[in-house]
């Protein structure tokens, strides 16, 4: 579990409000996976990255693969946006095999 | 296109006994990993399987067993059930062996409670 960290563990927003989640990871990855995971447990995989930047409506991804980072951005946060947000990435043989964070559990009030 | 779909969603056991969860990957898809989530573990690896082989396993005990049928549906297994196997089950399926470079379909979980 140490190869990745994310931080925060949990965030309070008001709506409106610009949200930066981090994950960084000590291990050598090809590609770095966003994913959201609502109440009920439906995940989603909102950015898969190798290099650079990615946007998506008001969520931006980025990656520095030499410092083992990556950023997850919500712009202009709404309630809606109130989820579990997991980095994760392949590793093992062939990459087969998923390591994720721990997650942030970001919760946006109206 | 239908997506990826599990079952049952919630299901409930004793100790002892033993369970075996079902994965209907999206059509046209050949592999499907499977994970365990727990609140203190989080999200782990259990195993991955492409065109019915397993390809990758993760760190459980033999307890935990899988396998692929020839039209890419997954089953998994868990025998002499143990009260910390209380967890959600997710599958994911992808195009091509999963390789950590393309994108993973979840399905919503089998929510196992064992008792």
């Known amino acids: 579990k140490n190869e990745v960290e994310q931080s925060p563990q949990n965030l309070t927003a008001q709506e409106g409000e610009f949200i930066t989640i981090n994950c960084s990871y000590s291990?050598?990855?090809?590609?770095l996976h966003w994913l959201q995971q609502h109440p009920g447990g439906g995940i989603v995989s909102l950015f898969m990255l190798s290099s650079g930047k990615k946007k998506h409506g008001r969520l931006i991804a980025t990656i520095n693969i030499q410092e083992k980072h990556s950023s997850l951005h919500i712009t202009a946060s709404h309630p809606r946006d109130s989820a579990v947000y997991i980095c994760?990435?392949?590793?093992?043989?062939?990459?087969?095999?998923?390591?994720f964070g721990d997650g942030t559990t970001l919760t946006v009030k109206p | 296109k239908a997506g990826v779909t599990q079952t049952p969603r919630y299901l409930i056991k004793t100790r002892g006994q033993q369970v075996t969860l079902s994965c209907s990957p999206i059509?046209?898809?050949?592999?499907v990993s499977w994970y365990q989530q727990t609140p203190g573990q989080g999200l782990q690896f259990l195993f991955e399987y492409f065109s019915e082989t397993q390809r990758n396993k993760g760190n459980f005990p033999g307890r935990f067993s899988g396998r692929q049928f020839s039209n890419s549906r997954s089953e998994m297994n868990v025998s002499t059930l143990e009260l910390g196997d209380s967890a959600l089950y997710l599958c994911?399926?992808?195009?091509?062996?999963?390789?950590?470079?393309?994108?993973?379909?979840f399905g919503p979980g089998t929510r196992l409670t064992v008792l």
């Open positions: 059509s046209g898809h050949r592999s």
């Open positions: 994911a399926s992808s195009l091509a062996v999963y390789r950590g470079t393309d994108t993973q379909y």
């Open positions: 994760a990435f392949g590793s093992g043989t062939n990459a087969g095999k998923s390591t």
């Open positions: 291990v050598g990855i090809s590609a």
